[in-house]
């Protein structure tokens, strides 16, 4: 897209100072993040506003689209690709979603898939010109041409991946990379738009490209070796009174949940209720080797002490690698603690285990 952006620039503007309006739309993108950065860090409250993300307000949701419209925006006024713009607004979206960034890629996929691609796979197909395709030979012998190009190229690079995988998993992957659609329609409009290539050209990138994106995925199901699928269970550290019922919750959804505590009293309480126990410290990570954390889906902790809690979400997410950590802090003056880690808090208006159950 940054080629694709400088590539327009020079050729309506040729080689000029306007090429550098495009490292202008990348400070932009720098001084954005830097600013959200340095306000999440010196006022701390502004991390409590995820709370509202879960109210009919989705503050999270109209930021995003505030955000990008704003890049969108910037970019056209800047005589950049617009592109290039929506793509650093969502790159941006996404580096400053934090904790919250699974919730917010699911809604804006639910938009995306809903309304936004639909209307482009429309107007893709309002603008496909058949007629003119199938009247000029030469983009009729640019199809097949420009097809084989594609597998070859992406095929070829595949071969990298023989270095850490089978043979029939790198020929696999260069079958899923040779899938394009998206990207390479978008630049068949602005070459079109520009002049760079006639109707009957755009169309023949059209085909291609829907040809691979069709074919790329029945060639990847045919070539990839089956893999079995992983059950992954969520970990909750502590076997009190709200862990054994978050437990319980979780098991009526039908996943697999494991406690994990050391009082022997709460143990054999959650053993007796037919909970699944390890009788372990959480804290160490010798533990969380044996709980093998690539099972492993989300973890919750709820233990009684906040400094307990900072030390199994440390374990959990810095040693073992678990991204998705939950916690509650007891005190409120601690909910920063946890924040700078990238541990998700629970929102205190609402009920505790009905939220780590979400």
Not at 35 to 45: I, M, N, Q, Y
Not at 75 to 93: H, K, N, P, R, Y
Not at 130 to 148: D, G, I, K, N
């Amino acid at each position: 897209m940054l080629l694709v952006s400088i590539y327009v620039v020079l050729r309506t503007e040729g080689l000029s100072l306007n090429v550098l309006l495009v490292l202008l739309l990348f400070g932009a993108f720098a001084t954005a993040y830097r600013v959200a950065t340095l306000a999440r860090r010196r006022f701390p409250g502004l991390n409590r506003l995820q709370g509202l993300s879960q109210a009919t307000s989705q503050v999270d949701v109209r930021g995003a689209f505030a955000l990008a419209l704003a890049f969108i925006a910037l970019a056209q006024g800047l005589g950049v690709e617009m592109i290039l713009g929506a793509f650093l607004g969502g790159a941006l979206i996404g580096l400053l979603a934090g904790t919250g960034a699974t919730d917010l890629r699911h809604k804006l996929d639910l938009f995306g898939y809903a309304f936004f691609i639909p209307i482009f796979f429309i107007m893709i197909g309002v603008r496909f010109d058949l007629s003119a395709l199938l009247s000029s030979t030469r983009a009729l012998l640019l199809v097949p041409v420009v097809l084989f190009l594609a597998y070859a190229i992406k095929f070829a690079a595949s071969l990298l991946f023989r270095l850490g995988f089978s043979w029939r998993e790198t020929l696999a992957g260069g079958a899923l990379l040779s899938s394009r659609l998206s990207l390479i329609i978008a630049v068949s409009a602005i070459g079109l738009q520009m002049g760079s290539i006639d109707s009957a050209t755009n169309s023949a990138i059209i085909l291609v490209a829907i040809v691979t994106s069709t074919l790329s995925p029945l060639l990847f199901n045919r070539i990839a070796p089956a893999v079995e699928a992983v059950q992954r269970k969520f970990v909750i550290a502590g076997a009190g009174r709200s862990a054994r019922l978050l437990a319980k919750r979780i098991l009526e959804h039908g996943y697999e949940v494991v406690l994990v505590a050391q009082d022997p009293r709460h143990v054999e309480t959650a053993r007796e209720m037919d909970l699944s126990v390890v009788e372990a410290d959480a804290a160490e990570p010798e533990t969380w080797d044996t709980l093998k954390p690539e099972t492993i889906r989300a973890v919750a902790v709820l233990l009684a002490e906040d400094e307990r809690n900072l030390e199994v979400s440390r374990v959990a997410r810095d040693i073992a690698g678990i991204k998705r950590v939950v916690s509650r802090a007891h005190e409120a003056s601690h909910t920063p603690l946890f924040v700078e880690m990238g541990v998700q808090m629970i929102n205190p208006s609402m009920s505790p285990v009905v939220e780590l159950e979400y």
